[in-house]
């Protein structure tokens, strides 16, 4: 069905009316609009409520460096982590962080190789998302190694004893994952920027702006033969980052997945992992886009409610096979006879930690479900209040999947509980804060919305656009 015939209704059938799409941009905007306003929101004045934000994320971004700073100089021992759990909060975080940073390169990549147009509103935040997520992510593993002035010694070279690393381990196989990951997510979005900033570079009225965005333009000019490249460019990048998005979380789960202990040694883990960590990023786009286009009312019509019901199926979906993955982790453990097995998925449901297994199964597959209707779909306040039990859910996860495995060894003797410390506490939300003062600093000096990639698919970008059906 031709734009002519979509943008007349009157003139169809009832069969036809039900085969028109929705317009990914609403109201008409044309292309200077869009140049206009999305490039307004980074000239313009610095609005109150920016600096406002700011003054609440800061200083908990300087509580984590700080807390930090502290760890190195006393030790890992201001932490709770104890015998036998020697793995506690840090990688709870560590796994929580990383799952948030998939959904950004599943939109961009993914859905750009599957020529999904509706990605091109969101993308460009979830990649940022995606960076920032993953520097969160990357401060755990780091600190959790006790002297992080040894770190390097994950780097593939003999350590100080001319010894290398252990390759057939998981934890180091999580270096070459995470840093690949995050490298080819930088380029992919720094790629993507590039004629944006070019458009912010054309439009600058300071010398100094000028010559920021000139510089980071990398003298773009759009030109034939730059768009030519940089078409090759970006589909090359897509290629790279989607295998990375199943592997990167796959190898995470190989951390437990390899190991021997009850409840970690299960097959189901790989795709269980990748599903959740799509299933929680989806949520974060969903929690830091619904207040950017309440604050910048116009861009609701670039990031259109059909945009919103789309990503809250996808979480319907992702939060479906997260469920799925549940009970087929208790029918193995019923089912496989095991009897540490069996003990281990009971202590989970019943022992000290249930508050924590049954809000992960409330959060993670009872509240999502929501998302059959509609009307939670569509109305903005709702979404945004139900992502939040994924949000919190995806936590809990992870901290069921550590804590209470670890802390029922195979003997009485070496049982034990999991109290995070103040330090624990106020890292963690310190991180939240670093996560938001980066995403400020973005939105604030960089475009939010791919501008030209929404140009594209504009009625009046389409060659056949006036024709008759």
Same mark, same amino acid.
């Given at each position: 069905m031709s734009n002519a015939t979509a943008e007349h209704p009157e003139h169809l059938t009832e069969d036809e009316k039900q085969l028109v799409r929705q317009?990914?941009?609403?109201?008409?905007?044309?292309?200077?609009?869009?140049?206009?306003?999305?490039?307004?929101?980074?000239?313009?004045?610095? $609005?109150?409520?920016?600096?406002?934000?700011?003054?609440?994320?800061?200083?908990? !971004?300087?509580?984590?460096?700080?807390?930090?700073?502290?760890?190195?100089?006393?030790?890992?021992g201001v932490w709770g982590n104890n015998h036998p759990i020697g793995w506690a909060w840090d990688i709870t975080n560590f796994v929580f962080w990383i799952g948030i940073g998939h959904a950004g390169t599943l939109i961009s990549a993914i859905l750009f190789l599957t020529r999904q147009k509706w990605r091109t509103s969101i993308n460009r935040a979830a990649e940022a998302m995606t960076l920032f997520a993953v520097v969160c992510a990357g401060i755990y593993p780091a600190l959790h190694v006790g002297r992080v002035w040894m770190a390097w010694f994950l780097a593939p070279v003999p350590n100080a004893n001319a010894i290398w690393q252990n390759f057939r381990s998981p934890l180091l196989w999580d270096v070459f994952a995470v840093s690949t990951y995050f490298t080819v997510s930088v380029l992919f979005w720094y790629t993507g920027l590039i004629p944006d900033l070019a458009?912010?570079?054309?439009?600058?009225?300071?010398?100094?702006?000028?010559?920021?965005?000139?510089?980071?333009?990398?003298?773009?000019?759009?030109?034939?033969?730059?768009?030519?490249?940089?078409?090759?460019?970006?589909?090359?990048?897509?290629?790279?980052?989607? $295998?990375?998005?199943?592997?990167?979380?796959?190898?995470?789960?190989?951390?437990?997945?390899?190991?021997?202990? @009850?409840?970690?040694?299960? !097959?189901? /883990? $790989? @795709?269980?992992?990748?599903?959740?960590?799509?299933f929680g990023g989806f949520a974060m786009v969903l929690t830091i886009m619904i207040p950017a286009c309440a604050i910048y009312k116009p861009l609701h019509d670039l990031v259109t409610i059909d945009h919103v019901d789309k990503m809250c199926k996808i979480i319907l979906l992702t939060g479906s096979i997260v469920g799925y993955a549940y009970l087929m982790e208790l029918f193995i453990a019923w089912y496989g006879a095991n009897p540490y097995e069996k003990a281990a998925f009971w202590y989970r449901a019943f022992g000290p930690y249930w508050w924590a297994y049954w809000s992960m199964m409330f959060c993670n597959v009872v509240a999502p479900q929501i998302f059959w209707f509609k009307y939670f779909r569509t109305h903005l306040i709702w979404v945004w209040v139900i992502v939040q039990f994924p949000n919190a859910g995806m936590w809990f996860e992870r901290f069921v999947i550590i804590a209470? !495995?670890?802390?029922?060894d195979f003997t009485p003797s070496a049982w034990g509980m999991f109290h995070p410390t103040w330090v624990d506490v106020c890292t963690f939300i310190g991180t /939240?804060?670093?996560?938001?003062?980066?995403?400020?600093?973005?939105i604030r000096f960089l475009p939010m919305i791919c501008?030209?990639?929404?140009?594209a698919v504009l009625p009046e970008a389409d060659p056949h656009h006036g024709e008759a059906h």
């Open positions: 317009p990914l941009v609403l109201n008409k905007r044309t292309m200077g609009w869009i140049s206009d306003y999305i490039s307004s929101i980074v000239e313009g004045k610095t $609005p109150t409520w920016w600096y406002v934000s700011m003054a609440i994320t800061v200083p908990l !971004t300087l509580m984590c460096l700080a807390l930090l700073g502290y760890l190195i100089s006393t030790g890992v458009t912010l570079r054309d439009r600058c009225t300071t010398k100094i702006r000028k010559f920021i965005y000139g510089v980071l333009a990398l003298g773009w000019r759009g030109g034939n033969r730059q768009w030519r490249h940089y078409e090759m460019a970006y589909l090359i990048l897509a290629g790279l980052s989607t $295998p990375l998005v199943l592997s990167v979380h796959s190898v995470v789960s190989f951390d437990f997945a390899t190991s021997v202990i @009850p409840g970690w040694h299960t !097959t189901i /883990f $790989p @795709p269980y992992f990748v599903a959740g960590a799509i209470t !495995t670890l802390a029922r /939240f804060g670093l996560f938001t003062t980066l995403f400020l600093l973005f501008m030209f990639e929404v140009k």
